[in-house]
């Protein structure tokens, strides 16, 4: 008889890596250090002899939580008494007399209450000899030898929210990691960098759930933090890392500052400073390291004063200096002109002692090191506007004391002015030069007063349209996971003519590296007492002609704040539709369905690891079943791309990539790069909206300013610039160039001639896959310093004008732009299926693509990546794209076409991105959703 299986429930295969520090058993999450008997459900229910645990693991640098059970019915006590009982709940039983204590239940040796005690801050110094503290017997990997950098960090609903500064002198940081006292990643985050981390020079993250254990390393102070900058090979990093500790002033601090050493390159310092804008008083707390000639009664000196010397002075005394970081607070009064200095940047903190002269730190005062962002819904005001929706507004300070503020309103509304306000007294008046409803600018000047009023959330941002007033008040938000993406949406109303029913709001959303989908709502007008819901619509357009879509309900609530997170996105090109703007994020009521609000989601900020492989984003064609069985089926031919269907033959610029050209073949969709041609003069020019640059002779720059020619079925180009055309399916025609006239503002198109070739015909070949003239295999070999496509120079361009014109240097082999070529692989030689190309200054390489054959016997040819059709059979339908390509190249081969004035017709054009649907029938399980890269 055979031992039957354990019986758990499998996990879901499709569900998303868990994190580090969390064990999933089922369908149940638990962190490191739970304990717990396992739920089986119906008919088994609770297993209370089987005792798991989620255990922590160390593999090689990396604590990992994993599962481990066992059956504890065997360490029950021997009972002694004839008519022992059994109890609900427990695993062993007891005797009447006494109740036994031997249960498997055991308490947590932990007490959580101290750590969900909200808004708890903490600091921490990041130098070289911070970093050398951490112990391990795992192997470190290398610590940094000089930088400098500062964390701030506040946990708050078990999460722990985490910024970072750093000085120039250390490279970009590509990891943060959070090290236990033995010198183990116990959490490690890939650093994403966007539009507001990129402005501020910050690294901004949060740690989710932190496992109980590491909660009391924080408390503790053992949790060390770190700056990663390089992964050494595969498991080594080099690092900068600093002890996080509890910090007191974080929450009111205003201006931070850096201390940098240029005597002790190991050492260093960090200023937290709050400002009294209303007396002028200064309280300055300095956390420091450094080297000292004695260890006791310190005379420590910190000067804050601007670039000429001229400020104020105090010193302390330290009774005993401390190895890893020492603390100094300061109080001190600054005049009105200093206090105006604090947010331009010009006032710097100098940290010195007397009798130690080596010991020097110096550092400018910026705005604060937290990563803060300020929000608010700008809605119309006193009825004004009423049936129009508002827009969104974010602000932000800049490490220089601006401040940049962003402004987005929907298409329907004209700026006239805006401005900020506190009260109705107005603070500044904003200028507003909109790009695509768009407003993103820096406001100079502002002073400790408006930092101060910025921070207590008492200041409104109003705009005045041609549709009436449009205001709100700038809330603190912070940085999460929502944040990802560069900017906000706008939760429009779905209906303005019930007033009961209008909603409107801001929506923060984003993809963290575990591809979960972060959101963060705020709404300025809501229904009352009512329960909503969270929808997301792929492909709407679809959605709408009643085709079934993927949809997802993320969760219901009531209130005008909420935020949240949905791990259960199964299908990865849902986010390539959130990218794309094929999917709408919607406010549903409960009780009826009814629409609130919705925006489309668009350039939602997706990590490159939650995105589908090329593999797996082969599109299909999207097939509608015909309502009478007896009707024929459509042919396979179209293609939907970006919420709509595209006619075969026809090619469109991708909205949001106009650097690509796309078209539909066959119910596929290929996307090319835009193919630049070869420019012949030293510094070629790149056009406001162009990819390719551009000859411009200097006497004709301004006549040709906003001229053009209109090429049918093709973009515009303006006066003066080439390219090739395009033909689908076949993508770029290479051998043909056009120019814009800039006199006559005709397209002039000509061939390139190919000289002669000195063998036979059949021995000639094209070097490359774009080349237009073939060659002699003795050419290949030549050892000539430049060679191309037939012509052996012998003095060529430059390096310098090669790369300048958009070429690649790739295996220190230079390549024009647009050139193609088989990658090679020592000692093997060159690779036949490996083509590799140049675009525009980027290389790239990739595996030859074989077309599908439609015979029975397919045949492998020796030297060729792609199977034939064996015998008489032919691939049919399938070989007409390549059929086509021969035909066009052999009408180059010899051609010499002189230049003539022609203007291009194309078949049905269109825009925007690719993604398709394919459905067999109306069943909606039944259907996936695809999408496709180039």
């Given at each position: 008889m055979s031992r039957s299986k354990f019986p758990l429930k499998p996990e879901d295969a499709r569900r998303k890596a868990k994190r580090a520090g969390e064990c999933r058993l089922g369908q149940t999450v638990h962190e490191i250090g739970d304990s717990w008997s396992p739920d089986l459900g119906e008919p088994f229910g609770v297993m209370y002899c089987i005792y798991c645990s989620c255990e922590p693991v160390q593999k090689k640098r990396r604590i990992v939580g994993r599962v481990r059970c066992r059956n504890i019915k065997s360490e029950c006590p021997k009972l002694d008494c004839p008519d022992a009982l059994a109890t609900p709940g427990q695993c062993c039983k007891y005797c009447p007399e006494f109740r036994a204590s031997s249960d498997n239940q055991t308490s947590d040796a932990i007490d959580d209450n101290d750590f969900n005690e909200n808004n708890k801050e903490y600091a921490a110094l990041l130098t070289p000899r911070s970093s050398s503290l951490i112990k391990s017997t795992t192997g470190l990997g290398e610590g940094m030898k000089s930088g400098l950098g500062a964390g701030r960090f506040m946990f708050l609903h078990r999460n722990l929210y985490f910024s970072f500064t750093h000085n120039g002198g250390l490279p970009r940081p590509k990891f943060v990691q959070f090290v236990d006292p033995d010198g183990n990643v116990v959490e490690e985050q890939e650093v994403t960098l966007n539009a507001y981390q990129r402005d501020t020079k910050k690294v901004c993250g949060v740690w989710k759930k932190i496992p109980r254990v590491y909660r009391k390393f924080l408390k503790e102070e053992k949790l060390f933090a770190a700056l990663v900058t390089e992964k050494i090979n595969g498991d080594n990093d080099r690092f900068l890392a600093g002890r996080i500790a509890k910090q007191r002033y974080v929450a009111n601090e205003l201006y931070s500052s850096l201390l940098e050493s240029s005597t002790q390159t190991e050492t260093g310092g960090m200023g937290v400073l709050t400002v009294s804008a209303s007396t002028g008083s200064i309280y300055l707390n300095l956390i420091f390291n450094g080297d000292f000639q004695e260890e006791r009664d310190i005379g420590i000196s910190v000067r804050i004063s601007d670039a000429a010397g001229s400020g104020v002075e105090e010193s302390v005394i330290l009774p005993k200096i401390q190895y890893e970081t020492n603390n100094v607070e300061v109080r001190t009064i600054l005049e009105l002109e200093q206090l105006q200095s604090l947010s331009r940047g010009t006032l710097f903190i100098l940290l010195y002692s007397k009798r130690n002269p080596n010991f020097k730190l110096v550092g400018v005062i910026q705005s604060r090191t937290t990563c803060d962002i300020f929000d608010t819904v700008l809605s119309s005001e006193d009825g004004t506007g009423s049936g129009v929706s508002g827009g969104v507004a974010w602000v932000y300070p800049l490490p220089d004391g601006s401040w940049s503020y962003n402004i987005q309103l929907p298409p329907e509304h004209r700026p006239i002015t805006?401005?900020?306000?506190?009260?109705?007294?107005?603070?500044?008046?904003?200028?507003?030069?909109?790009?695509?409803?768009?407003?993103?600018?820096?406001?100079?000047?502002?002073?400790?007063?408006?930092?101060?009023?910025?921070?207590?959330?008492?200041?409104?941002?109003?705009?005045?349209?041609?549709?009436?007033?449009?205001?709100?008040?700038?809330?603190?938000?912070?940085?999460?996971?929502?944040?990802?993406?560069?900017?906000?949406?706008?939760?429009?109303?779905?209906?303005?003519?019930?007033?009961?029913?209008?909603?409107?709001?801001?929506?923060?959303?984003?993809?963290?590296?575990?591809?979960?989908?972060?959101?963060?709502?705020?709404?300025?007008?809501?229904?009352?007492?009512?329960?909503?819901?969270?929808?997301?619509?792929?492909?709407?357009?679809?959605?709408?002609?009643?085709?079934?879509?993927?949809?997802?309900?993320?969760?219901?609530?009531?209130?005008?704040?909420?935020?949240?997170?949905?791990?259960?996105?199964?299908?990865?090109?849902?986010?390539?539709?959130?990218?794309?703007?094929?999917?709408?994020?919607?406010?549903?009521?409960?009780?009826?369905?009814?629409?609130?609000?919705?925006?489309?989601?668009?350039?939602?900020?997706?990590?490159?690891?939650?995105?589908?492989?090329?593999?797996?984003?082969?599109?299909?064609?999207?097939?509608?079943?015909?309502?009478?069985?007896?009707?024929?089926?459509?042919?396979?031919?179209?293609?939907?791309?970006?919420?709509?269907?595209?006619?075969?033959?026809?090619?469109?610029?991708?909205?949001?990539?106009?650097?690509?050209?796309?078209?539909?073949?066959?119910?596929?969709?290929?996307?090319?790069?835009?193919?630049?041609?070869?420019?012949?003069?030293?510094?070629?020019?790149?056009?406001?909206?162009?990819?390719?640059?551009?000859?411009?002779?200097?006497?004709?720059?301004?006549?040709?300013?906003?001229?053009?020619?209109?090429?049918?079925?093709?973009?515009?180009?303006?006066?003066?610039?080439?390219?090739?055309?395009?033909?689908?399916?076949?993508?770029?025609?290479?051998?043909?160039?056009?120019?814009?006239?800039?006199?006559?503002?005709?397209?002039?198109?000509?061939?390139?001639?190919?000289?002669?070739?000195?063998?036979?015909?059949?021995?000639?070949?094209?070097?490359?896959?774009?080349?237009?003239?073939k060659i002699c295999p003795m050419e290949r070999e030549s050892s000539k310093p430049f060679q191309d496509d037939g012509y052996l120079l012998s003095r060529g361009p430059s390096e310098a004008d090669i790369l300048r014109a958009g070429g690649c240097k790739f295996r220190g082999e230079l390549h024009t732009n647009g050139e193609e070529w088989n990658h090679r692989i020592e000692p093997f030689g060159y690779t036949p299926c490996i083509i590799c190309s140049c675009r525009n200054g980027t290389s790239k390489c990739g595996r030859t693509k074989c077309v599908a054959l439609n015979c029975e016997v397919k045949v492998k040819v020796d030297g060729e990546c792609c199977q034939k059709c064996g015998g008489s059979s032919n691939s049919g339908e399938n070989t007409s794209s390549s059929s086509l390509a021969v035909l066009m190249r052999l009408s180059n081969v010899g051609s010499t076409s002189p230049t003539k004035t022609l203007t291009p017709t194309r078949k049905k054009s269109g825009t925007q991105k690719h993604n398709r649907v394919k459905t067999t029938n109306n069943n909606s399980n039944n259907n996936k959703n695809f999408s496709s890269q180039r």
């Open positions: 805006s401005k900020l306000e506190t009260g109705r007294r107005v603070l500044e008046e904003l200028s507003m030069s909109l790009s695509r409803n768009l407003t993103q600018e820096a406001l100079t000047g502002m002073s400790s007063r408006y930092y101060q009023l910025l921070y207590e959330e008492s200041i409104y941002l109003s705009v005045t349209t041609d549709r009436g007033i449009l205001r709100g008040k700038l809330i603190y938000r912070g940085f999460g996971d929502a944040q990802l993406s560069d900017k906000p949406l706008i939760l429009e109303p779905f209906t303005t003519s019930i007033p009961s029913l209008r909603t409107e709001g801001i929506l923060w959303i984003g993809v963290d590296n575990s591809c979960g989908l972060n959101y963060q709502l705020t709404l300025s007008e809501r229904p009352q007492s009512e329960l909503m819901r969270l929808e997301v619509i792929e492909m709407p357009r679809l959605y709408g002609m009643g085709l079934p879509v993927q949809s997802y309900i993320l969760d219901d609530f009531e209130t005008s704040e909420f935020e949240g997170e949905f791990h259960e996105i199964e299908n990865r090109n849902t986010f390539v539709n959130m990218n794309a703007g094929d999917a709408v994020f919607k406010i549903v009521r409960v009780n009826d369905s009814t629409v609130l609000a919705s925006t489309p989601l668009r350039n939602v900020r997706v990590p490159s690891s939650c995105l589908p492989t090329p593999r797996t984003m082969t599109l299909d064609p999207y097939v509608i079943e015909p309502e009478d069985d007896s009707a024929p089926t459509p042919t396979p031919s179209k293609c939907y791309y970006d919420s709509m269907m595209r006619d075969e033959y026809s090619f469109w610029t991708p909205v949001n990539d106009s650097c690509q050209i796309c078209n539909c073949f066959k119910g596929q969709v290929k996307c090319d790069m835009i193919l630049c041609p070869a420019v012949d003069c030293v510094n070629p020019v790149l056009l406001t909206g162009e990819c390719c640059r551009t000859c411009l002779r200097s006497d004709s720059t301004e006549r040709n300013f906003g001229r053009s020619c209109e090429v049918t079925g093709d973009r515009t180009h303006p006066a003066g610039t080439s390219w090739h055309p395009y033909l689908p399916p076949d993508g770029f025609m290479a051998c043909t160039t056009c120019t814009c006239n800039s006199e006559t503002l005709t397209v002039e198109c000509v061939k390139e001639s190919c000289p002669t070739v000195n063998c036979l015909a059949e021995d000639a070949f094209y070097p490359r896959p774009l080349a237009c003239c």
